[in-house]
């Protein structure tokens, strides 16, 4: 079947530089995106979410880029701090799916010192 | 506040045994799901239910059984019947139904170690 997933297992960026996580799905039905946030060992909490209908959304330091034409969401982080590393994921929504929402593998974030 | 919440955290089981975890939300949403979380990989749904007296099943269901007696409860009973229980669970609610995208709000999990 059809499944979200993302190019990068793993990321390390340096702290106060910019990250981007970026994901892939393939159904074009998919109409609604969220990214979540897992620290070790706790349940993965809710960054930013978008529509279909929508090609960017901004947060508190976090943009979520969507690119319909290509299947492809992003997450950008400005200025990453060491408390931003975590595993993070995307899941998508499908128009009429009772089943809420299909999740990526994730991409574990590293901040560096 | 409200939340969900998950028990117990940590929980350790023989082989052969059933195990039931806890999940009870007070944020009255209709819609309640398990997920069950392996090392290095994504959520996988395991049970969702939208509505009290009625839960369907997800992409691995089985050797799991669950029940939704009541609006803010959703326990998960992992049977005998699963042959690789080990595993971190994770419960979630939402406001959404059929119709409606949301957001999941996650309790903090369940970590099942089969000795």
């Known amino acids: 079947g059809e499944s979200v997933g993302l190019h990068l297992p793993t990321l390390s960026v340096q702290e106060g530089d910019n990250s981007i996580i970026n994901c892939a799905y393939s159904?074009?039905?998919?109409?609604?995106f969220i990214w979540y946030k897992q620290e070790s060992g706790k349940g993965p909490q809710f960054i930013i979410d978008?529509?279909?209908?929508?090609d960017k959304r901004q947060g508190q330091r976090v943009t979520v880029l969507l690119n319909k034409t290509v299947k492809h969401l992003s997450l950008q982080i400005a200025a990453t701090q060491p408390g931003d590393s975590a595993v993070y994921f995307c899941?998508?929504?499908?128009?009429?799916?009772?089943?809420?929402?299909?999740f990526g593998s994730g991409t574990q974030l590293t901040v560096l010192p | 506040d409200g939340g969900i919440t998950q028990s117990p955290k940590y929980l350790f089981r023989k082989e052969g045994q059933n195990v039931t975890l806890s999940c009870e939300q007070n944020?009255?949403?209709?819609?309640m799901y398990w997920y069950r979380q392996d090392p290095g990989q994504g959520l996988r749904l395991i049970y969702y239910?939208?509505?009290?007296?009625?839960?369907q099943k997800g992409d691995i269901a089985e050797g799991y059984s669950v029940s939704r007696e009541k609006k803010e409860s959703f326990p998960l009973t992992v049977t005998s019947a699963q042959k690789n229980p080990t595993a971190f669970y994770l419960c979630?609610?939402?406001?959404?139904?059929?119709?409606?995208?949301?957001?999941?709000?996650f309790g903090e999990g369940s970590r099942l170690t089969v000795l």
């Open positions: 979630a609610s939402s406001v959404a139904g059929t119709q409606i995208t949301g957001e999941l709000f």
């Open positions: 159904n074009s039905a998919s109409d609604y």
């Open positions: 944020l009255n949403h209709d819609a």
């Open positions: 899941a998508e929504n499908i128009r009429g799916s009772a089943r809420q929402l299909t």
């Open positions: 239910s939208q509505i009290v007296n009625d839960f």
């Open positions: 978008i529509r279909s209908n929508m």
